[in-house]
């Protein structure tokens, strides 16, 4: 069977598209540079995507159905199977579809308020309230959130590690968070509905000898790879993700005027890849989008 002339070139519209805006952002791509790759009209464009923003849901609608699919799935399962099928089947999908979820990491919000947004809405709560369990408390359902986005982020933010890789040290960071908690963790600070959490008075101060194992962060090595003092040279450069964090804890409360070294070559590495737009990499490094201009266009 040979394939349908209009839907080749459906298919064809949306990878030049996936490549140009990957390239250049969606805001930043014309109709006319899609039509020019293909040799194909403004016209022909419109005749199979009215507006652009239909381009843009329909690079997410394959996304979308396969999570819709995977909720499904999980629905009728018991509570602690259904779980873990949302979690580990939710983390396969961003990781098939991690090409076009980087890409649209920033742009997606520019779907409006449609049938696709609705969807994205619907899928979102219903693996939340799969996760959290029948008749969840706020800690559980705090958690199946959080859960959702260790199982979300770091496929955009680590683009240079492989997906096997990814997924162990994401599943990890999950089953870490919903570990239960220790009995003496459960029986010590408690809470109620009108005043929130209480410490016991006689407890003393939480420190890493009274905080349960599952829940300390662990500690930080400092290695070649990391960047080491000594003239250590790093063979892999960081993320945006790990420059801010970095950033984040050493920095005084407020914006700071400029980029150190490393914040600035991660800056321009995740710009000049096209995977993250200056608003992204502004609110990861804690700075304006003036401070970022600045730096991008600096020689």
Known sequence: MTADPADDTRTRILRAALDLFAEHGYQRTSLRQIGERLRLTKTAILYHFPAKEHLLAALVEPLVADLEALLDSAQSQPTERARWTVLEGWLDIMLAHRRPLGMLFHDIALIGRGDTYHRLMEVAMRANDLIAGPNAGRRERVLAVQAVGACSDP????????????????????????????????????????????????????????????????????????????????????????????????????????????????????????????????????????????????Q
């Open 155 to 298: 496929v955009v933010f680590f683009t240079d590690v492989s997906d096997e890789v990814l997924r162990a040290d994401m599943l990890d960071g999950a089953r870490r968070l919903l570990a239960p908690l220790p009995a003496d963790a459960a029986t010590g600070p408690h809470e109620d509905a009108a005043t929130g959490p209480h410490e016991d008075a006689t407890a003393g101060p939480r420190t890493a000898a009274t905080i349960p194992p599952s829940r300390r962060e662990p500690p930080t090595h400092t290695t070649a790879r990391d960047g080491a003092p000594g003239g250590a040279i790093p063979t892999t450069p960081p993320s945006v993700a790990g420059v801010a964090g970095t950033a984040s804890r050493r920095r005084r409360p407020g914006r700071p005027p400029a980029l150190g070294r490393e914040q600035v070559e991660a800056a321009r590495r995740m710009h000049a890849a096209g995977t993250h737009s200056v608003d992204a990499i502004a609110a990861a490094l804690g700075v304006s989008r003036a401070t970022v201009y600045r730096h991008l266009t600096a």
